[in-house]
């Protein structure tokens, strides 16, 4: 049976880890399974996971003298690529390890990942008439769009996930109120909500800097994205990459003036979320967000999929309740929109990538084998399924039907940019630091705008010395200011 290795404490996961399979002469595969990790329960309801596990005793059956180890990195008082990264500069990270693709990009120059290229076009021995593993992926447009800047691929997107609004029908009918069509329309909503002493809209510290942040720029930013996006995607990629800014684009568009505080459309976007934070509560850094929509006390909860089985089971919910998503900005509510509809944020889940630890021991092609087997439909079913949190991203694995709003949103287009992951793990901590003390009224607009040109800028230079790029080349676009002239 595969062993299970406690390397902390997994926030909202609890149960009792499978019995450790005592053989001193196995070779070990350890493999951090985050969401699948077996004898946890996500969220804290429902039975103990065991998919995963029955998948790894299947494979060692077929793998004698080879053990899986299954590894959880604290989550208290830290982030998980920052614990990750740790154990890689140590040379003791997992063999096998969930990373979204961009945390991986950042560091392939240091030797830390595996090029899993030469593998995917390999055919998969688990699945019959299989010609490359590649193929077994449902969204390409999406599995492609995660190969790095290099062109090469670092992570194989197990499955995906995306976020939406949880909202209460009945406190819509209760104030006889009607869904909003528009930003202006969901302020209003929420101004109504909030003089009956209810919350508008319940959301954490990492949605804010990441996903509120992400949101509103491409909505902010719609009309010119053609003129701003440069550096287009791959045709392979273009599907789902559409528009993308990669790091290199913004470290050049950032020279130009844009993202910084000449910058009229980078303005709005802050004080759009400034404006909106009034709706939502007070104490959003909380950990048991979810505690006031449960309890009725708010409106909407802005959560992913991976929400979808505490509020299926949790004996609190006896209200109605409904998924959406939120409503475009239109030119009444900002000046530069144009009433596109909000993006996506989510589209990859869970990413496995194998480690510079695999390598340094020979363990690489067990792990690739490894990830094969994971990866047939049979096997995804029975992992990815038991979870009820992630959309499968394996071809011929179905998926459960209460992920189906899920799915009807992740049609949507990709986001501009990931903001606050297109740059290292030094700036996400600066960012999200001063993105709340300014949310908190710990400064005002200009002086936020002032410091985040200057981090912004450095962080710039430090991706442009690392990758060799000469910025006194700007692209031939105009500056925000040259712009606004032009439309003026």
């Known amino acids: 049976m595969a062993a299970f290795l406690w390397g902390g404490c997994a926030e909202q996961n609890s149960g009792t880890p499978s019995p450790q399979k005592k053989e ?35 494979w060692e059956e077929l793998h004698p003298g080879v053990r899986v180890r299954f590894a959880l990195p604290p989550t208290m008082g830290t982030v998980d690529s920052e614990w990750i990264k740790t154990q890689l500069l140590g040379g003791i990270a997992p063999d096998i390890v969930h990373m979204n693709a961009e945390v991986v990009w950042e560091d392939i120059d240091k030797g830390w990942w595996l090029n899993l290229e030469p593998y995917l076009a390999e055919p998969n021995p688990y699945i019959p008439g299989n010609k490359q593993w590649l193929d077994i992926f449902a969204n390409q447009s999406l599995t492609m769009a995660k190969r790095a800047p290099d062109g090469n691929s670092y992570t194989i997107v197990y499955d995906m996930i995306e976020t939406g609004l949880f909202i209460n029908k009945e406190m819509l009918k209760k104030y006889n109120l ?59 990629q273009e599907a789902y990459l559409q528009g993308y800014l990669y790091p290199e684009e913004v470290c050049r568009l950032y ?19 400034l404006e909106w934070r009034k709706d939502w ?16 006390r708010s ?27 939120l409503p475009p900005l239109t030119p009444e509510d900002c000046p530069y929109a144009i009433g596109a509809e909000a993006p996506v944020i989510g589209g990859a889940g869970i990413q496995f990538s194998v480690t510079s630890s695999a390598i340094q021991n020979s363990k690489e092609e067990l792990a690739i084998d490894f990830l094969r087997f994971l990866t047939t439909p049979e096997n995804a079913a029975r992992v990815i399924n038991e979870a009820g949190q992630m959309i499968p991203n ?60 200057d981090y912004l800028g450095r962080a710039v230079d430090r991706y442009a010395e690392r990758a060799g790029l000469d910025l006194s080349e700007p692209y031939n676009v105009p500056s925000p200011w040259e712009l606004e002239d032009k439309q003026t």
């Open 178 to 236: 009607s869904p909003p069509k528009t930003w202006g329309e969901m302020r209003t909503i929420n101004q109504h909500l909030r003089k009956a002493d209810v919350i508008p809209l319940v959301l954490a510290t990492e949605q804010v800097s990441d996903w509120a942040v992400d949101i509103i720029l491409d909505m902010v930013y719609a009309d010119i994205i053609p003129l701003i996006d440069i550096v287009k995607a791959s045709e392979e």
């Open 394 to 453: 394996i071809a011929g694995t179905p998926m459960q039907s209460q992920l189906q709003p899920f799915s009807d949103i992740i049609q949507r287009h990709y986001c501009l940019v990931k903001f606050l992951f297109t740059f290292d793990t030094h700036f996400q901590n600066e960012h999200r630091r001063w993105v709340h003390y300014y949310l908190e009224g710990g400064e005002s607009l200009d002086s936020f705008l002032d410091r985040l040109t």
């Open 24 to 58: 001193s002469n196995a070779t070990v595969l350890s493999v951090m399974a985050m969401t699948y990790t077996p004898g946890t329960q996500p969220l804290g309801i429902g039975e103990p996971l065991k998919g995963m596990q029955e998948v790894a005793d299947a």
């Open 299 to 325: 409106y909407s909860y802005w959560d992913s999929s991976g929400f979808l089985p505490r509020i299926l089971n949790d004996p609190l919910v006896d209200f109605d309740w409904a998924i959406t998503y």
């Open 255 to 273: 020279k130009k003036g844009w993202f910084t505080d000449r910058d009229p459309r980078w303005r709005e976007v802050w004080r759009i979320l």
């Open 281 to 296: 509560q007070h104490d959003y850094v909380a950990d048991d967000r979810a505690m006031y929509f449960l309890s009725k």
